[in-house]
């Protein structure tokens, strides 16, 4: 595929965005095979594939849709079943979505279907997945999981068991919304399917444009730009200068000034390696030519280790640049009176102070995204996240235990409707969009989700994206923007498209989401952990100056490390599967 | 010491004793202020505006006073069904589990007892081997506690450790002479235990009630293993809830108003849970403390 290389138009309509490529019209091809000679799924009734497909209904009006807008529309909803059916799905725990029976949009979902929801709840977090395979093993199993993340490999390892539903003739029959996903975005079944093709989960779709270049972001201070009369830096000289400045100006004050923090949550490598090299982040992994290769290893990882340690040394980056934790981070960035950060590391400015949207010259609008930096070798990237933002697998599971898996395949598809999107994650007191209402890409916009974000305000109303959705990148950029109180969208959107997007890589670097045979998880698992908290430690101590890159025994000594804990094979498992994902 | 027979004046210390005096209270001190600041520090900072907590102006009092974190956390239902499970699982947990104990270690204590040996090993095999999660899920599941609380009760109904402080308790404190006593004048071994050997172990029974309430409150582990319905969830998952909820990897978020949102959520609400969820201990702890050093040393003394 080629990546498309223009920075206006925004036709993201391939999950591999930006690259719009030759499957365009692939896509829409063999969509409705696989219908009546398909077997039924193991533990489904014999007559769950019998009904007729699922037809849509016809569009509501009162929407205002932009011209060319690929995405979810607003239709007419007809009641799925007449008698009332019963299903039981383990979900997370929530504070925001708060009694899953009692929440609004349960209740909406149980008006327009007629299906009745049985829910259990499970604490959320990394144990979350210790209750759910206590639940597995003592066959204690719901008819479906929502939101429970699981890995690809263990949707295809469950799968595989036929404790998971393959979805396949389901999808082809009661799904047309998902189909025409797959006709808007022609990856999407390649990304869904497991490496012997069965699809285990209903996926999310979620194209979030700003997302994708999330790892490379970095802030500067622009009106600490202004006072030491400098322009944004556009290599790593120019930038290593701004931060002397900063910091000789000292417009902290006191010697409080920080000319660049960074976090521990926010790797510094994601940025400034890509000045030397194409860095993902974490696990590092990139192609070269079909072939996979850890970044830590290469000497260019070391040049880039050489100019951190030399910013380090000159005291501009925060002496806690990797362990300070967020409420440190948040500290540096709210510090009262006046701001000691010149800059810093971050997804978007909450990760470093915190955002005022309703005060116009609120501190964080002192702020902006800066473009990735030219190193000495003229390497210049923004590691720009084609494959893994946009249709997330194992948001809905149905399990063997479902007698009707269409029945839970056409709910399923129904929240794939735009009207109920907007009530899944904005609640119900959303707003269609007046002819004329600018959204956040600056064409006519949608809907409007309120106000704010106050957790007070949808706690109990929305399924806090647990749900299935499809956000298109469209819709996501068709939410107005109140022009007289504008949040951080609009200006995240468009430092996104201006300051990342032209230098992203090409596409076939990039690491795809792979799936993993069960004994290749376990050792993946094993030393992709330790690989990663050896790079990171060693990271640390290159930077903060333990060890020196600029030693050969040093650098001898860490790539031993490396080698002893277990690149190659780590690096054949990735290949192997690398190549089950390229089939 | 030093003072004389005949010496009238007051006591006096020596210029060591002074020093060493001098040196324990400040070393006691610091020991205080360890301990006593963090708690202070929680209640300022859940009395003051979240934002003063977050730019880091709070570091003793309360700065920007404000009640908000508290009525946004009565505003969650779920945190008040919370603390009323919680409190729920260990007054219940604890009384439940007191009498466990106290009917499991009193034969133990007694001499005649046939076969104390193996029972005591028994006891003491599952202090080193569980059943291990899977086959005590399983366990659970069968006999029908699952998603009940039940499940958090019965499972955590006796803890060994706890029987063979108060056996020993009872060694000590009941000698064989006054059973033979009571014997002599007629008392059964039930009117005994109920005439004689529990009014003599307030201090023990408060020391078990206290261990076995504390572990209750805390836990949340079981709950997260055995419940699904979040009317049974217990303070703690709920509060855990909250401080995780916030801690995602934030690359991995796929939406930053959902970020902004859990930020805020957790800021508003950590310092005033933590409160909340320290008072109960607080509260009790001065009126099993008197009792508490006497059972718990006792007890474990020549175990």
Redesign the interface.
């Given at each position: 595929m080629q990546p498309e290389t223009t920075t206006g138009g925004m036709r993201r309509r391939s999950f591999v965005a930006g690259a719009l490529g030759v499957s365009a019209a692939a896509g829409s091809g063999g969509l409705l095979t696989g219908c009546g000679s398909a077997d039924t799924a193991a533990g489904a009734d014999a007559d769950s594939l019998a009904a007729p497909p699922a037809v849509l209904g016809p569009k509501k009006s009162g929407v205002n849709y932009p011209p060319g807008y690929v995405g979810p529309v607003a239709r007419e909803l007809r009641p799925i079943v007449n008698e009332p059916v019963k299903f039981t799905i383990?979900v997370p725990?929530?504070?925001?979505v708060?009694?899953?029976n009692r929440n609004a949009f349960t209740q909406w979902m149980q008006q327009q279907t007629g299906i009745q929801i049985e829910w259990?709840?499970?604490?959320?977090?990394?144990?979350t997945m210790?209750?759910v395979?206590?639940m597995m093993?003592?066959g204690?199993i719901p008819d479906a999981f929502l939101g429970v993340t699981f890995t690809r490999s263990q949707l295809y390892l469950y799968g595989a068991q036929n404790l998971f539903v393959d979805l396949t003739p389901y999808l082809d029959k009661y799904a047309p919304n998902l189909q025409q996903v797959e006709k808007d975005y022609p990856d999407a079944r390649r990304l869904m399917r497991s490496p012997d093709k069965g699809i285990y989960s209903f996926p999310d779709i979620?194209d979030?444009y700003?997302?994708r270049a999330?790892?490379g972001r970095s802030y500067l201070n622009t009106e600490w730009l202004r006072k030491v009369g400098l322009d944004v830096p556009s290599t790593t000289e120019e930038f290593r200068e701004v931060l002397k400045a900063f910091k000789q100006a000292d417009l902290g004050g006191k010697g409080r000034t920080i000319p660049f923090a960074g976090y521990k949550?926010?790797p510094l490598d994601t940025y400034f390696m890509n000045a030397f090299l194409y860095n993902p982040?974490d696990p590092w992994l990139v192609l070269n030519d079909g072939k996979v290769e850890a970044n830590y290893v290469k000497d260019e990882w070391r040049e880039g280790l050489k100019y951190l340690r030399g910013l380090y040394a000159d005291g501009l980056l925060n002496k806690d640049a990797f362990t300070a934790d967020?409420?440190q981070m948040?500290?540096y960035g709210?510090?009262?009176d006046r701001p000691i950060i010149g800059g810093a590391r971050g997804?978007?400015w909450?990760?470093f102070l915190?955002?005022d949207e309703a005060d116009t010259k609120a501190r964080w609008r002192q702020y902006t995204s800066i473009p990735p930096l030219q190193g000495p070798n003229n390497v210049r990237y923004a590691a720009w996240n084609y494959l893994k933002v946009g249709l997330?697998v194992s948001t809905l599971v149905i399990t063997r235990k479902c007698k009707r898996p269409d029945l839970l395949v056409r709910w399923a598809d129904v929240q794939y409707d735009l009207e109920a999107i907007l009530r899944s994650y904005g609640g119900p007191d959303f707003k269609w969009a007046a002819k004329g209402d600018k959204g956040i890409n600056g064409k006519q916009a949608i809907y409007s989700l309120g106000e704010t974000?106050?957790?007070?305000t949808?706690?109990g109303k929305t399924w806090?994206?647990y749900g299935v959705m499809y956000r298109s990148g469209d819709f996501r950029l068709a939410e107005r923007v109140n022009p007289r109180k504008p949040t951080?969208?609009s200006p995240?959107y468009e430092q996104t498209r201006d300051d990342y997007f032209p230098y992203k890589q090409p596409v076939d670097l990039e690491f795809p989401p792979v799936t993993l045979e069960a004994d290749q998880a376990a050792q993946d698992a094993e030393i992709g952990l330790n690989l990663k908290g050896e790079v990171n430690l060693s990271m640390a101590k290159f930077v903060t100056g333990k060890l020196d890159p600029a030693d050969d025994g040093h650098w001898r000594d860490y790539l031993g490390r490396i080698a002893k804990i277990g690149l190659k094979p780590y690096l054949e498992i990735q290949q192997a599967a690398y190549e089950a994902f390229q089939g | 010491m030093t003072t004389t027979m005949q010496a009238p004046a007051p006591v006096r210390e020596t210029r060591a004793d002074r020093i060493v005096m001098i040196c324990n209270y400040a070393a006691l001190g610091l020991f205080t202020l360890a301990v006593l600041y963090p708690l202070v520090y929680v209640f300022s900072a859940s009395l003051s505006d979240p934002?003063n907590v977050?730019?880091?102006?709070v570091w003793l009092w309360p700065v920007g006073f404000s009640l908000d974190a508290f009525k946004?956390v009565f505003?969650?239902?779920?945190i008040v069904s919370g603390f009323s499970n919680s409190l729920i699982y260990a007054i219940g947990g604890a009384l439940l589990a007191t009498v466990l104990t106290l009917f499991a270690a009193y034969p133990l204590s007694r001499q005649g007892l046939p076969g104390k040996g193996l029972i005591m090993a028994l006891f003491v095999f599952t202090m080193m081997f569980s059943g291990g999660?899977?086959p005590t899920?399983?366990v659970v599941?069968r006999v029908g506690l699952?998603?009940t609380r039940w499940a958090i009760i019965l499972p955590a109904a006796l803890a060994v450790w706890n029987v063979i402080i108060t056996r020993t308790y009872f060694q000590v404190t009941i000698p064989e002479e006054l059973l033979e006593a009571a014997r002599v004048d007629g008392c059964s071994d039930f009117g005994f235990f109920w005439r004689v050997v529990l009014p003599l172990s307030k201090p023990i029974v408060a020391v078990n009630m206290l261990f076995y309430a504390v572990a209750q409150w805390n836990s949340?582990?079981s709950?997260?293993?055995y419940l699904?319905?979040?009317?049974l969830?217990p303070l703690q998952?709920?509060l855990?809830?909250?401080l995780?909820?916030h801690?995602v990897?934030?690359?991995q978020?796929?939406?930053?108003?959902?970020?902004?949102?859990?930020?805020?959520?957790q800021e508003?609400l950590k310092f005033s849970l933590i409160v909340i969820a320290t008072i109960p201990p607080l509260l009790i702890y001065p009126f099993v403390q008197k009792h508490f050093v006497k059972g718990a040393m006792i007890g474990s003394l020549k175990g």
């Open positions: 383990v725990q929530s504070l925001t708060g009694d899953w259990r709840q499970v604490a959320g977090g990394d144990d210790t209750k395979n206590a093993a003592a204690d979620n979030c700003h997302c999330s790892n949550d926010a982040g967020q409420d948040n500290r709210n510090n009262p997804y978007y909450g990760s915190e955002i997330e974000w106050a957790s007070d949808t706690k806090d994206q951080f969208e995240l | 934002k977050a730019s880091g102006k946004a505003d969650y239902g779920s999660l899977i899920y399983l599941d699952l998603n949340w582990f709950a997260l293993i699904t319905n979040e009317h969830f998952l709920v855990r809830q909250i995780i909820q801690n990897d934030p690359s978020i796929r939406d930053t108003s959902e970020l902004i949102r859990l930020k805020e959520l508003q």
